[in-house]
């Protein structure tokens, strides 16, 4: 395999865990989440070279070990439920043999990056380009004021331009699924805001308009019932944009020691297919005719 040459002088382990906890303290992850160093090496090696990905798929670690990079930022965590065991018979476990073998480190933030201020859902909020006041759901107990679960913004806008503003902000070529209350020139005052599946935390929010990832059919009618229109987006989709507005900030935090990348072959693994292309432009426009 060709390995690439670095120039760069790189950095301890653990002093690139230290910072990436200082910028999202694990402890601020939901109980059940398994965050923080998942793997660390046998055999200790200058981190030179991080990768940053919204999932560690097989793909992904294929770029990682093409790119040689000494660390894998995965924002979800591939190891999530214990391994009984690690074998080549499952791609988590073929996952986890390839950065043991290959003297990877692994780290994964989740919930403590949506938490943050500057984390992912303080990004998925820039969608709203005009915000009034904005307050997590539910305020992280004894953390800086603007840290906890979820986003709730007070807006001015219509929702029209909501949905435009969403699409580009994502990525322009991501659909985004509507559950409708309102027609596209209903004025916005509030949003409800959670990166990936938001049912449960956004559950009762009483918003104008809820914009998550992705949502359960029962979840969707009952916000829809109560007037309220669901934005949805696909669960990595409204994380993943994240990542590029994190890794010159990590660079940063880091003195330039470390190449800071992000995948290339990261992506959700849904996408939506149109029958053709005036069907596709007039998703919006029909949605209303219900």
Known sequence: MLRRMSTYSGQKLA???????????????????????????????????????????????SEALAKDVQLII?????????????????????????????????????????KTLGGVNDWLSQAVNRIISIRPLEPELG?????????YIETNLEISHLVESLQKHIESSV?????????PKTIIQSVGICAGSGGSLLKGTKADLIITGEMSHHELLDFTHNNTTVLLCNHSNSERG????FSPKLGESLKGACEILVSE??????????????????????????
């Open 242 to 245: 994240f990542l590029k507005d």
């Open 265 to 290: 072959t990261d992506k959700d693994p849904l996408v939506t297919v149109a029958k053709d292309v005036n069907e596709e432009q007039n998703i919006f426009v029909d949605c209303y005719k219900q």
């Open 143 to 151: 953390a800086p004021p603007g840290t906890g679960s979820g986003r």
């Open 15 to 61: 002093t690139v865990v230290k910072e990436l906890e200082s910028f999202a303290p694990i402890s601020w992850a939901e109980k059940w989440d398994n965050v923080g160093l998942l793997i660390e090496p046998h055999r200790e090696k200058q981190i030179k070279r991080i990768l940053l990905t919204n999932d560690l798929t097989e793909p992904v670690m």
């Open 175 to 183: 659909h985004i699924a509507l559950a409708v209350s309102h027609q």
């Open 74 to 114: 995965s924002y979800h965590p591939p190891i999530f439920k214990p391994l009984t065991r690690i074998t080549q018979s499952n791609w988590k476990e073929r996952v986890v043999a390839a950065c043991l073998a290959n003297d990877i480190a692994l780290y994964s933030p989740h919930t403590a990056w949506d």
